[in-house]
């Protein structure tokens, strides 16, 4: 039997309260969102709110889905090109809204994991082939150590603080980073040179 789709007025609510709740999330702390907040912000009544979710949290994974889904694609099939992380990355920024609920979304332990998740799956294999020792269980530290750094620079990126550094010059630094670690920039910080994928 084939999946039923939600009617259209289904549809238009949950995508009310979603859009409600991205509102929200880039103007407070998600913690603080109620489902009075969520229902005032998509004009809303609390039983309609209740007929699509159990409470914010359960509307809170559909949103966070909905985005990490996006940037899973973003990633997918990712090159060693330092060009193409830099593409993806001035895509994010460009999109405001986008940019802004990836950053308050961070805060959340569980999208933080997940992004971490999906940024190891992404450059496991380049970085693995590249820069890490044979034994098994010293990549997972050394890659873990990596990881938890990328995501927390381009966190720090995307809270768009720095509007002085471009997606190209922060993929550079990174890729610094990773290949010569905080000691290796003493010879100089390279942030002008033009994008080339590693040797």
């Known amino acids: ?51 699509h979710y159990p ?20 990633l997918k099939g990712l090159s060693p090109d330092p060009r193409d992380l830099a593409a993806v990355l001035s895509r994010l920024k460009a999109d405001t809204r986008r940019r802004m609920l990836m950053h308050a979304l961070l805060d959340d332990p569980y999208v933080a994991l997940r992004i971490h998740k999906m940024t190891y799956a992404a450059f496991r294999l380049n970085w693995q082939r590249d820069m890490l ?6 990549k997972r530290l ?12 381009l966190s720090e990126w995307i809270a768009d603080d720095m509007p002085e550094l471009s997606a190209e010059q922060t993929v550079l630094l990174l890729y610094d980073l990773i290949r010569r ?19």
């Open 133 to 138: 020792p044979d034994e098994e269980n010293k």
């Open 142 to 153: 050394i890659f873990t150590f990596i990881v938890n750094g990328a995501v927390a620079l």
């Open 181 to 199: 670690g905080p000691g290796g920039l003493r010879d100089g910080y390279r942030a002008e040179q033009p994008l080339s994928p590693p040797p």
């Open 1 to 51: 039997m084939p999946e039923k789709k939600p009617n259209r007025r289904v549809q238009f609510t949950r995508g009310a309260l979603r859009n409600a709740l991205i509102e929200l999330a880039i103007e407070k702390p998600l913690r603080e969102i109620t489902v009075t907040d969520v229902c005032t912000q998509a004009d809303i009544n609390r039983s309609t709110f209740y007929l």
């Open 55 to 74: 409470g914010v949290h359960a509307l809170l994974r559909e949103v966070e889905d909905q985005l990490l889904d996006q940037f899973r694609a973003d």
